[in-house]
């Protein structure tokens, strides 16, 4: 994780997050001091993780952590109070947010920060591997469509179409998705 998104009505707070996460190589940190200034924020900026250091002066902040948790796979720890760690620990760990209490313990925070910054690069090899297979799969239909291409102009079998594809993707050491778009565009333009 690079990015951290502090939000938190006290600013010494918020140095001392800030200070935390600078010492565990979190390197762009901004600070907002509340939830309208965060909604802001990220309309046009990602974030690998935010915390919510509750309450905040325009609202308790559960709402926009559960909005954003379903929205963005940035990583969310939750700070509240004691009285109402329970309660908020509760409702938010079914939408994949870190509840800590305060005061802060320092090792404990240290450990919750560890645990999101190693769920944010398991959900990263995730999309990547989700991204991997929607391009095979895009390349899929591709070859699909330019076998049925061949099919109907050319009067090839599927056997064939396919077969063409193959050859000519090994012939000019492109990927079939590549020819695929070469029979397409030749056929359909």
Known sequence: ?????????????????????????ITEITWVSSISEARKLLINRQF??????APLKDEFGESFAID????????????VNENVYSEASYKLEDYGIYTVCKPLN????????KFANAAFNKI???????NKLL????????VNKA????????????????KSIEKQAMD??????????IIIDKFES
């Open 1 to 25: 994780m690079k990015r951290a998104l502090v939000i938190s009505s006290s600013e010494q707070n918020a140095a001392t997050l800030k200070n935390i996460l600078t010492q565990n190589y």
């Open 48 to 53: 690998d993780l935010i915390l919510v250091n």
């Open 68 to 79: 954003v948790a379903g929205k963005s796979a940035a990583q969310i720890i939750f700070i």
């Open 106 to 113: 320092r090792e404990v925070f240290l450990s919750v920060l």
């Open 124 to 130: 990263n090899l995730l999309y990547g591997e989700q």
């Open 135 to 142: 391009r095979k799969l895009d390349d899929i239909k591709l």
């Open 147 to 162: 076998k049925w291409l061949l099919i109907e102009n050319l009067h090839m079998n599927e056997e064939q179409a396919h």
């Open 172 to 181: 000019m050491r492109l990927s079939r998705g590549e020819i695929a778009k």
